[in-house]
């Protein structure tokens, strides 16, 4: 059974530091892309990063590139999501999800129950 | 401001068929698949239709997707009341290198 268990989140002031991990499990971790999806508190899903199978290729929202880096420890089966420079408008649900084949699409077919990130001083 | 566009909402009464627009650009689904995810209250997205038209196994056949040119759509017959939900449609985007979704549409059966 594919298993994706985010963990991480919290409350942080504004321009502080978070890490989010989410550990997988019941799949060949190497062999999907990975992606963070977040949902700010009554709006829609918005795309946040990606990597691929290898962690070779990584891609990133204007609205956090420079801020978030993505990674993925491939011996661990846990991707991450270095949040920096955090704003009140990252305050959202992060989620992790897998897609469906090694190279990154919108295909993300399962998804994790989510982490709440708050940011607010 | 969503670079796909969805209607915000659609209705209709149990049993019948409802249809959710998705409209893009050349860089977007005029070139890349289509995705469709359900989002019911309170729990993470699912997703019901990949490639434009493909069904995940365990997804009913109730649930369809079609793409022409720019735009794609998500049909949805024998509607039922656990159907109401946030529908969301998604794809690669060329011209960004990233994954966009639209703003989503809330389903409600009368």
């Known amino acids: 059974e594919v298993q994706l268990l985010e963990s991480g989140g919290g409350l942080v002031q504004p321009g502080g530091s978070l890490r989010l991990s989410c550990a997988a499990s019941g799949f060949t971790f190497t062999s999907y892309a990975m992606s963070w999806v977040r949902q700010a508190p009554g709006k829609g899903l918005e795309w946040v990063s990606a990597?691929?199978?290898?962690?070779?290729?990584?891609y990133y929202a204007d609205s956090v590139k420079g801020r978030f880096t993505i990674s993925r420890d491939n011996s661990k089966n846990t991707l991450y999501l270095q949040m920096n420079s955090l704003r009140a408008d990252d305050t959202a649900i992060y989620y992790c999800?897998?897609?469906?084949?090694?190279?990154?699409?919108?295909?993300?077919?399962?998804w994790g129950q989510g982490t709440l990130v708050t940011v607010s001083s | 401001q969503s670079v796909l566009t969805q209607p915000p909402s659609v209705s209709a009464a149990p049993g019948q068929k409802v249809t959710i627009s998705c409209f893009g650009s050349?860089?977007?689904?005029?070139?890349?698949?289509v995705s469709w995810y359900q989002q019911l209250p309170g729990t993470a997205p699912k997703l019901l239709i990949y490639d434009s038209n493909k069904r995940p196994s365990g997804i009913p056949d109730r649930f369809s997707g079609s793409k022409s040119g720019t735009s794609a759509t998500l049909g949805i017959t024998g509607l039922q009341t656990g159907d109401e939900a946030d529908y969301y449609c998604?794809?690669?985007?060329?011209?960004?290198?990233?994954?966009?979704f639209g703003g989503g549409t809330k389903l409600t059966v009368l």
């Open positions: 990597i691929s199978g290898t962690g070779g290729s990584t």
């Open positions: 050349s860089s977007n689904i005029g070139n890349n698949f």
């Open positions: 998604g794809t690669w985007d060329s011209g960004l290198s990233a994954v966009v």
């Open positions: 999800a897998r897609d469906r084949v090694v190279v990154v699409t919108a295909a993300l077919d399962y």
